[in-house]
């Protein structure tokens, strides 16, 4: 492989690379995998993609011996050289190509019920964001609170029976949880600090007379009151709905801490 070409396709890959960081930014489908905060960053690490790319594609075009210094030793004697530059193997492309293959092979969907069965659910959420040492203050009206919201409530509250008797409006999807009882369902959500990594499936009960209509994955919106209920030992919502929507997935399928 030639200077030349191993220069292009590094440039080539940084493009394509950096083409399908841009696309996923575009579309909003990058918050399937991160969190929000994160865009700037992303952002500008495309660019770089991008400039890095053209700086490439300008390098292949320079005489032999501004590419590398030991030009000589890899020249065929006419100026074109016979291998990558010094220290730099083939195989280092594929350092680009995978993510390439994975981001265009694999689904593009945020994380659903279906992933419950290995992540499980949680029912307490976290109570710091970033990494802050101040508790979370919790100001919302109760009518404006999310899943997230209503969980940190309770664990922030002394006493949660407090919470009971109040109006709830909460989106998410159902999950049938075989360690309720008959006419219960999970509503989830899933919790981001950073990325899909460490996502955190959380949830509150739902209570309805009509089980059949909510069926897994799909997504509601449940309103009624909270009530106090628990599930392995810990105190969470539930929610005796008053009326149930099935609504199309959020365009922000998650909630970040």
């Given amino acids: 492989m030639t200077t030349r070409l191993y220069r292009s396709l590094q440039a080539l890959l940084l493009m394509l690379l950096g083409l399908f960081i841009g696309s996923r930014l575009w579309s909003g489908q990058i918050t399937w995998y991160i969190n929000t905060r994160f865009l700037p960053l992303t952002l500008l690490g495309t660019v770089g993609l991008l400039v890095l790319a053209r700086a490439l594609f300008v ?73 802050s040492d101040q508790p979370l203050q919790l100001a919302l009206a109760p009518s404006k609170r999310t899943i997230l919201d209503w969980i940190r409530a309770f664990n922030l509250a002394e006493d949660p ?16 949880d075989p360690r309720l009882p008959a006419g219960q369902v999970l509503l989830g959500r899933f919790a981001l600090t950073c990325c899909v990594a460490d996502a955190m499936a959380i949830g509150l009960i739902v209570e309805v007379d009509d089980l059949g209509q909510m069926v897994d994955n799909a997504w509601y919106r449940v309103q009624g009151t909270i009530h106090l209920a ?7 919502p539930l929610i005796r709905a008053e009326q149930v929507e099935e609504v199309p997935m959020p365009e922000q399928p998650y909630l970040y801490n």
């Fill in 59 to 131: 390098e292949r075009g320079q005489p032999l011996d501004a590419l590398h210094n030991d030009a000589q030793d890899h020249s065929d004697g006419v100026g074109e050289p016979h291998g990558p530059p010094a220290g730099a193997t083939p195989w280092g492309l594929l350092v680009f190509l995978f993510p390439l293959i994975i981001g265009l092979v694999v689904p593009h969907r945020p994380l659903g019920s279906e992933a419950l069965a290995n992540r499980g659910l949680s029912a307490i959420a976290p109570l710091r964001a970033g990494g």
């Fill in 161 to 176: 029976s407090g919470e009971e008797g109040l109006p709830a409006d909460v989106v998410g999807f159902a999950y049938h």
């Fill in 230 to 236: 628990s599930l392995d030992g810990q105190p969470i």
